[in-house]
């Protein structure tokens, strides 16, 4: 539950959303709805790795089944940066913003898995406890890549703003 009230803090500090108007009703169903939404990400991934390692699918399905890892993954992060912050965010500048974290999900997801394989000592030095740092750098990991997303999308609605802005100015 904190770690909900802190997404909606920066995502609210992000767009620089000042006050609060959330009813408790609407951010019980804003923080179920994101406790979901990272579940169903997690899970997808899960699979999709299953599918490709245990089943010895031919290239082809293993893109495919990534294209629709990927799909998925955009529109549920895209959905995130939509509802998530109490400012007004256009579908398509959250599904972009979800689009690029999507993107950077799978390249984070397999550098890391790569990192996990054939470069980190964790269980040399930590034994069975090693999943514990393990988790929590993927967390931080992940995090950053939400609110890269985020800022992407603030940065990009900055940009268009002042572009339109000196249209005026300038015309």
Request: aromatic share 16%.
């Amino acid at each position: 539950m904190f770690l909900l009230l802190t997404m909606e803090t920066a995502f609210n500090s992000v767009y620089k959303v000042t006050g609060d108007s959330r009813t408790l009703f609407w951010r019980m169903v804003s923080w179920i709805m994101v406790s979901l939404i990272v579940l169903t990400v997690g899970l997808l991934s899960f699979i999709s790795n299953t599918l490709s390692t245990i089943f010895l699918l031919n290239k082809l399905h293993i893109i495919s089944i990534q294209l629709l890892n990927f799909i998925i993954n955009t529109i549920l992060i895209g959905t995130l940066y939509i509802y998530i912050p109490n400012h007004l965010i256009k579908w398509r500048d959250g599904l972009l913003g979800g689009c690029v974290s999507a993107f950077l999900f799978e390249i984070g997801r397999n550098s890391f898995g790569l990192y996990i394989l054939h470069l980190a000592y964790y269980t040399n030095i930590y034994g069975t406890l090693a999943l514990i740092p393990i988790f929590l750098l993927w967390v931080y990991i992940s995090w950053l890549i939400i609110l890269f997303g985020a800022i992407f999308i603030a940065e990009k609605n900055k940009l268009l703003a002042s572009s339109e802005y000196m249209k005026r100015v300038y015309k």
